[in-house]
């Protein structure tokens, strides 16, 4: 997800206006040329945060307008292009989810990591962004005591972007900022993922659902593991997932994922809520040829 300084603060001064603004006063306020400020608006009206009413524009009705528009209002006096701009928020979505060192924060952007330094120099500063050391690496994380807002906005855009890609019959299971993770009743023109994929490794499923993955690509069996533990709300489709790691265990045994210590400790008998038994997992092993 990019931002640009511009589009920043295009939407830092519609959400400041007490009402909708008419693109001249828009234009002479941040110096553009009325082009390039029309490229502007319809850029962030793609990303779901500005809309067109008659000949004024204003912040969108939707809940990524709505994150920002709170998110203004808690931090007004911050510098938010250096909060926001150019690949901030995808590097924010990944802190959002846990502690993350720069070199996992570069594998999962592809941002590079001196440009990921830059940012977390400016979040640290501001705040928005906490660092502690572990061993011998940093690892940085979301500040959510002084800015809550942030991953409310985050999550928002994420999804909203998410949700124009996926089919309109679908339900979305997750957006991983590039790319977004979904089922449906019916076939669609994109990859297989998740339970759907299962087949291709041994573990034939006669599933319901399709699960799916755009933008259309080549997956690798780690993709399709952690697109299955995203995907796995029923103690069922966890059964599934454990399955599948007994029979692929060397290529994913390095899985990091919330869920797969729970996977491990059902595996050393423990029964946890919402989970197989080992019992379970047992009876479904010799019908894929699985030792345990």
Not at 42 to 68: H, Q, V, W
Not at 107 to 129: C, M, Q
Request: proline share 4%.
């Amino acid at each position: 997800m990019w931002l640009s300084e511009s589009e920043i603060e295009t939407l830092v001064l519609i959400a400041g206006a007490e009402r909708a603004l008419h693109p001249a006063d828009l234009s002479l306020a941040l110096s553009l040329r009325p082009e390039t400020l029309s490229r502007i608006v319809t850029s962030l009206a793609n990303k779901g945060l500005l809309e067109r009413k008659d000949r004024e524009i204003a912040l969108a009705r939707t809940p990524a307008a709505e994150a920002f528009k709170r998110l203004y209002f808690a931090h007004r006096a911050s510098p938010f292009s250096l909060l926001l701009a150019d690949r901030r928020i995808d590097l924010l979505s990944r802190i959002k989810s846990g502690q993350k060192s720069v070199q996992v924060l570069e594998k999962e952007t592809a941002i590079p990591k001196k440009t990921i330094y830059r940012y977390l120099k400016s979040l640290l500063r501001l705040g928005a962004v906490k660092r502690t050391k572990k061993d011998r690496a940093y690892l940085y994380s979301l500040n959510k005591i002084f800015w809550p807002e942030i991953e409310d906005f985050v999550a928002a855009i994420l999804e909203y972007q998410a949700l124009r890609i996926v089919p309109s019959e679908a339900l979305l299971i997750k957006s991983y900022g590039d790319s977004v993770l979904f089922k449906s009743i019916r076939p669609q023109d994109a990859t297989p993922t998740s339970f759907s994929a299962y087949e291709d490794y041994g573990i034939e499923l006669f599933l319901r659902d399709n699960y799916y993955t755009l933008p259309k690509r080549e997956l690798s069996i780690q993709e399709i593991f952690i697109h299955s533990l995203d995907s796995a709300w029923e103690a069922s489709q966890k059964l599934f997932c454990v399955l599948f790691y007994l029979k692929n265990r060397d290529k994913l045994e390095r899985i990091d994922h919330p869920m797969m210590k729970d996977l491990k400790a059902v595996l050393q008998g423990d029964r946890l809520r919402g989970y197989p038994t080992l019992e379970d997992i047992e009876d479904r092993t010799d019908l894929y040829e699985i030792k345990l």
